[in-house]
């Protein structure tokens, strides 16, 4: 399955999961979510995200803190269970690890055919520990609840590591593509997703957040190589301030 039909059948899965609760709700004018949908321009949120790769990736696993900002653009649009308005946001995570297999590889110089001529074999992989930054966030969020704003969103962003993510590389000297001069990734990767959630306001301007995201990891070949993670689905709990 392709990355971005894997990303659609999530935001769909998941929006008709959430949405048609909250669209079975009567939406009372002094309802939270009326509040923050006519009154509210910014909400600010903390976050705790973890998730798994999936596809060839299933022994990546993820940690990730951080927060949330996002102003609401529009007023609402549409009637029904499909009325909403627009926000944009950018989300920061200061502590992101990624934990992985380890294993053994060589660094062999051009040309090498025998382990001889390579370095003593040492460990790659494992946790690695970075800083990412989400600064295009573009979300629709369903306003016709009354205390659970569902939202389906589309965003793209960049994840810095204190080493080259992924690992690649052998044992074997005579293949120069993962031992060779040429077989290193990057410190650097871009991170597109999408994904969908839900606030639940627990009072007005006061919500608890749930969303599930679709994150694929590339270096759009920054460095050598470019195995990158193809898919990995995240998961997220946070708590908003709404102002």
């Known amino acids: 399955m392709k ?3 894997f990303v659609g059948r999530v935001v769909c899965v998941f929006a008709l999961a959430i949405g048609v609760p909250a669209g079975a709700q ?4 002094n309802s939270p979510v009326a509040d923050a949908a006519s009154n509210t321009s910014w909400d600010y949120g903390a976050l705790l995200q973890g998730g798994v790769g999936l596809q060839d990736r299933t022994d990546y696993s ?3 803190v951080g927060g949330h900002a996002g102003k609401i653009l529009t007023p609402e649009i549409g009637t029904g269970l499909f009325k909403g308005n627009v926000e944009y946001a950018v989300e920061v995570f200061p502590f992101w690890q990624s934990y992985t297999p380890k294993f053994q590889r060589l660094a062999c110089p051009t040309g090498a055919t025998v382990a001889a001529q390579c370095s003593n ?3 790659v992989g494992g946790t690695y520990t970075g800083a990412s930054i989400t600064p295009i966030m573009v979300r629709w969020n369903f ?3 009354r205390r659970l704003m569902p939202w389906v969103q589309a965003a793209g962003g960049v994840v810095w590591t204190n080493h080259k993510y992924p690992a690649v590389g052998n044992l074997n000297a005579g293949d120069p593509t993962q031992t060779g001069p040429q077989a290193n990734t990057s410190v650097w990767n871009f991170t597109p997703q999408g994904g969908a959630g839900v606030h639940y ?3 007005p301007r006061r919500s608890i957040d749930f969303s599930a995201n679709a994150v694929h990891i590339s270096s759009a070949s920054l460095g050598d190589k470019n ?4 898919v990995s689905l995240q998961m997220s709990i ?3 301030w709404w102002k």
């Open 201 to 203: 306001f627990v009072k």
């Open 26 to 29: 009567a939406h009372l004018a």
């Open 227 to 230: 195995p990158g993670v193809n």
């Open 62 to 64: 993820f940690l990730l």
């Open 143 to 145: 306003t016709h609840g």
């Open 121 to 123: 074999p040492y460990t």
């Open 3 to 5: 990355f971005e039909q």
């Open 238 to 240: 946070g708590y908003s």
